[in-house]
């Protein structure tokens, strides 16, 4: 209760500390950037797949998609191509014409959004250090809900969670015009509120206060015509389709082992017709180029070819035996990482329901350092579990409680009695000697064991919930944020009171066991550690720079504050000693000192981590080793890295694993 009521005070202060953090544009403008190239153009644009085949996509002009009735001809900012003379020549020159706000549509895999990154990227690329306008954010729509409210405010609360930027500054760049909103997949917006999101949206471009915002925004043509009314923006455009003729020459010049694929294309036009997107000719390419493999030929309507097309290339990137994604710097070779393409199969499919599961930007976007128990089934989602796992009292207690809840409350009690164990038996066997300190050490361990296994396993569960536990920190608001060590959190001051009233009845209780002095000495030494463990706050200013960062950072903090709490407790030792005190008194304590690190901080997010993949594993849903097989699946080009986290290749192959059936692993094509 203690350590939870810190967690949730401390990262209030911190909150705090990060809207004054930047409020000053100079430093802010600068991250912002910085964010957007690391995760959306490095990250995301240039490990796309529709960009490995090098095809002519013209855009086309749709004037009528978009509503320009509420502009005054004064007040259209936008030169159309009838205008100029000529048709643009890119996606920026597009935008720059349509007065700074464009639609983008498409069909599906016809690169909406890697137009839309290529737009953020050449608004970078351009950008004047001096200029104040042009700072582009990029921002999912999916994570759009009804009871969002008005745009401003989702605008607001999407910058502030992942550009971290303040409330006030965000407000001061979108009335000044600062910001360049690249919103992508208006499509993405749950059907029964994309009405509702589209009205929303144009109620904010229709505010003369934020009249000077320039937006972009992507949506399937499909989904876009069959809304109500039209968007408020200044141009439209069109991902034309890949012409037949164009697919055949990215085929031919893949070589002979396009050549089967290249010959159907010429005398089937309705298979033909499936490879007019980016998306199908590079998937249809990477499948078949390898040669290590035979693959068959698609056959079937349109929709069927476009799902084996899908089928052949996870397929070819499980079996293959080359790297076909450059792995990163030391990485081991493809095959070393000991994942069978089952496996591999199995846990992508399991993933990507999960991330479904998750919602909003999780259903797009993995870290790992944000992942906790959280992520895992909960009572009556039963469907997310794999049949027949787990077994044994782990599986009736899932099936009672939940997996989420059973992960946490059976890793954390069994931690809980080993860190306790660790913790009081010094203190015991001081106070009271080797045997009789040792004997009842292990019951008061056992004790706290039971205590963590049933608040968080079985209390926390419908129908107790919040009622009962509300002094527990709720898991699923811990930042995703390297935990660090502060002076501004430690000289706060405001647990210092119950810190202390800790200490002293621990010390209370080594008084009355041993001597007075010994239980002041036992105080002053927890008070020693627990007020260093209170400078413990997650680092909200950014996200990880790779995936794995915030917990590695905390983790070196974890190590470094224990190190300190043990040359603090060695010197207060030896400064006892001088004048006489139990110096093997604080010595006994030191353990004791550092249990907040444990239970706050970085020592929390381990905790998470390991009953995530304590329940993961035991599941079936998720590998044990879920780092290394990140990876394993970057390498064969199935995830890609996104920045800090991880993101399938193509939103195409995550809805491919969602609907895959986890139990059928496709078999290995014929050599």
């Given at each position: 209760?203690?350590?939870?009521?810190?967690?949730?005070?401390?990262?209030?202060?911190?909150?705090?500390?990060?809207?004054?953090?930047?409020?000053?544009?100079?430093?802010?403008?600068?991250?912002?950037?910085?964010?957007?190239?690391?995760?959306?153009?490095?990250?995301?644009?240039?490990?796309?797949?529709?960009?490995?085949?090098?095809?002519?996509?013209?855009?086309?002009?749709?004037?009528?998609?978009?509503?320009?009735?509420?502009?005054?001809?004064?007040?259209?900012?936008?030169?159309?191509?009838?205008?100029?003379?000529?048709?643009?020549?890119?996606?920026?020159?597009?935008?720059?014409?349509?007065?700074?706000?464009?639609?983008?549509?498409?069909?599906?895999?016809?690169?909406?959004?890697?137009?839309?990154?290529?737009?953020?990227?050449?608004?970078?690329?351009?950008?004047?250090?001096?200029?104040?306008?042009?700072?582009?954010?990029?921002?999912?729509?999916?994570?759009?809900?009804?009871?969002?409210?008005?745009?401003?405010?989702?605008?607001?609360?999407?910058?502030?969670?992942?550009?971290?930027?303040?409330?006030?500054?965000?407000?001061?760049?979108?009335?000044?015009?600062?910001?360049?909103?690249?919103?992508?997949?208006?499509?993405?917006?749950?059907?029964?509120?994309?009405?509702?999101?589209?009205?929303?949206?144009?109620?904010?471009?229709?505010?003369?206060?934020?009249?000077?915002?320039?937006?972009?925004?992507?949506?399937?043509?499909?989904?876009?015509?069959?809304?109500?009314?039209?968007?408020?923006?200044?141009?439209?455009?069109?991902?034309?389709?890949?012409?037949?003729?164009?697919?055949?020459?990215?085929?031919?010049?893949?070589?002979?082992?396009?050549?089967?694929?290249?010959?159907?294309?010429?005398?089937?036009?309705?298979?033909?017709?499936?490879?007019?997107?980016?998306?199908?000719?590079?998937?249809?390419?990477?499948?078949?180029?390898?040669?290590?493999?035979?693959?068959?030929?698609?056959?079937?309507?349109?929709?069927?070819?476009?799902?084996?097309?899908?089928?052949?290339?996870?397929?070819?990137?499980?079996?293959?035996?080359?790297?076909?994604?450059?792995?990163?710097?030391?990485?081991?070779?493809?095959?070393?990482?000991?994942?069978?393409?089952?496996?591999?199969y199995r846990y992508l499919a399991y993933l990507a329901r999960l991330m479904t599961r998750r919602g909003s930007r999780l259903r797009t976007l993995l870290y790992v350092d944000e992942l906790t128990p959280e992520w895992l089934p909960r009572k009556g989602e039963e469907r997310y579990l794999p049949q027949g796992r787990p077994t044994g009292w782990f599986g009736r207690?899932?099936?009672?409680?939940?997996?989420?809840?059973?992960?946490?409350?059976?890793?954390?009690?069994?931690?809980?009695?080993?860190?306790?164990?660790?913790?009081?038996?010094?203190?015991?066997?001081?106070?009271?000697?080797?045997?009789?300190?040792?004997?009842?050490?292990?019951?008061?361990?056992?004790?706290?064991?039971?205590?963590?296994?049933?608040?968080?396993?079985?209390?926390?569960?419908?129908?107790?919930?919040?009622?009962?536990?509300?002094?527990?920190?709720?898991?699923?608001?811990?930042?995703?944020?390297?935990?660090?060590?502060?002076?501004?959190?430690?000289?706060?001051?405001?647990?210092?009171?119950?810190?202390?009233?800790?200490?002293?009845?621990?010390?209370?209780?080594?008084?009355?066991?041993?001597?007075?002095?010994?239980?002041?000495?036992?105080?002053?030494?927890?008070?020693?550690?627990?007020?260093?463990?209170?400078?413990?706050?997650?680092?909200?200013?950014?996200?990880?720079?790779?995936?794995?960062?915030?917990?590695?950072?905390?983790?070196?903090?974890?190590?470094?504050?224990?190190?300190?709490?043990?040359?603090?407790?060695?010197?207060?030792?030896?400064?006892?000693?001088?004048?006489?005190?139990?110096?093997?008194?604080?010595?006994?304590?030191?353990?004791?000192?550092?249990?907040?690190?444990?239970?706050?901080?970085?020592?929390?997010?381990?905790?998470?981590?390991?009953?995530?993949?304590?329940?993961?594993?035991?599941?079936?849903?998720?590998?044990?080793?879920?780092?290394?097989?990140?990876?394993?699946?970057?390498?064969?080009?199935?995830?890609?890295?996104?920045?800090?986290?991880?993101?399938?290749?193509?939103?195409?192959?995550?809805?491919?694993?969602?609907?895959?059936?986890?139990?059928?692993?496709?078999?290995?094509?014929?050599?």
């Amino acid at each position: 209760m203690f350590g939870s009521n810190i967690v949730r005070v401390t990262g209030v202060n911190m909150a705090l500390y990060q809207d004054r953090g930047v409020e000053r544009a100079d430093l802010a403008r600068p991250r912002v950037r910085r964010y957007t190239r690391r995760v959306w153009v490095d990250g995301g644009l240039h490990h796309r797949l529709d960009g490995t085949v090098s095809l002519a996509t013209p855009l086309r002009e749709r004037p009528h998609a978009v509503d320009r009735g509420w502009l005054s001809d004064g007040d259209r900012r936008g030169a159309g191509p009838e205008e100029t003379g000529r048709p643009p020549r890119g996606i920026a020159e597009w935008a720059e014409m349509s007065g700074g706000r464009l639609l983008i549509l498409g069909e599906p895999g016809a690169g909406k959004s890697t137009q839309l990154l290529h737009l953020a990227e050449a608004l970078l690329d351009s950008e004047d250090p001096e200029d104040t306008a042009r700072c582009p954010v990029v921002l999912l729509l999916s994570t759009w809900q009804p009871r969002t409210g008005s745009f401003d405010q989702w605008l607001v609360a999407e910058l502030r969670e992942h550009y971290q930027v303040s409330a006030a500054l965000t407000e001061r760049w979108l009335h000044d015009g600062t910001l360049t909103l690249l919103l992508d997949g208006l499509d993405e917006v749950p059907e029964e509120g994309r009405s509702q999101c589209l009205e929303t949206l144009n109620t904010f471009l229709r505010d003369p206060a934020y009249a000077d915002v320039r937006i972009a925004l992507t949506c399937r043509s499909t989904e876009y015509d069959r809304l109500p009314t039209r968007l408020a923006l200044d141009g439209a455009v069109s991902l034309a389709p890949v012409e037949v003729a164009e697919a055949q020459r990215a085929f031919r010049a893949a070589g002979e082992a396009l050549a089967p694929l290249l010959r159907l294309t010429e005398r089937n036009a309705e298979v033909a017709a499936v490879f007019r997107t980016p998306l199908m000719v590079v998937l249809a390419v990477l499948a078949y180029r390898d040669g290590t493999t035979s693959l068959p030929l698609p056959d079937g309507d349109a929709a069927q070819v476009r799902q084996e097309i899908l089928r052949l290339y996870v397929v070819s990137m499980l079996y293959r035996h080359r790297v076909l994604a450059r792995a990163e710097p030391g990485s081991p070779a493809i095959g070393q990482r000991g994942f069978s393409p089952s496996e591999t199969y199995r846990y992508l499919a399991y993933l990507a329901r999960l991330m479904t599961r998750r919602g909003s930007r999780l259903r797009t976007l993995l870290y790992v350092d944000e992942l906790t128990p959280e992520w895992l089934p909960r009572k009556g989602e039963e469907r997310y579990l794999p049949q027949g796992r787990p077994t044994g009292w782990f599986g009736r207690f899932t099936g009672r409680v939940g997996l989420d809840h059973a992960s946490t409350g059976s890793m954390g009690g069994v931690l809980a009695t080993c860190f306790f164990a660790v913790f009081v038996a010094p203190l015991s066997v001081y106070a009271w000697g080797p045997l009789p300190g040792l004997l009842s050490a292990v019951p008061l361990s056992l004790a706290v064991g039971l205590l963590v296994f049933t608040l968080f396993g079985v209390t926390r569960m419908k129908p107790f919930g919040r009622e009962v536990t509300f002094f527990l920190d709720d898991e699923g608001n811990v930042p995703r944020a390297a935990t660090r060590w502060t002076w501004v959190a430690a000289r706060a001051g405001r647990w210092v009171v119950p810190a202390a009233t800790g200490a002293a009845t621990c010390g209370a209780v080594i008084g009355v066991s041993t001597t007075a002095v010994a239980g002041l000495v036992v105080a002053l030494t927890i008070l020693v550690g627990g007020l260093l463990g209170l400078g413990l706050v997650p680092d909200y200013r950014r996200e990880p720079d790779y995936p794995g960062e915030a917990l590695s950072v905390s983790g070196r903090v974890l190590r470094t504050l224990l190190l300190a709490a043990v040359a603090l407790g060695g010197a207060e030792s030896a400064a006892y000693a001088l004048v006489g005190w139990p110096w093997q008194a604080c010595l006994a304590a030191v353990p004791m000192s550092t249990c907040l690190f444990m239970i706050t901080g970085p020592g929390r997010a381990w905790l998470r981590t390991r009953a995530l993949a304590f329940g993961g594993s035991r599941s079936g849903l998720l590998p044990s080793r879920l780092g290394p097989f990140l990876e394993h699946a970057t390498e064969r080009a199935l995830l890609r890295r996104a920045g800090g986290g991880y993101a399938y290749a193509h939103d195409a192959l995550q809805e491919f694993f969602e609907r895959a059936d986890p139990r059928t692993v496709p078999e290995e094509p014929s050599r």
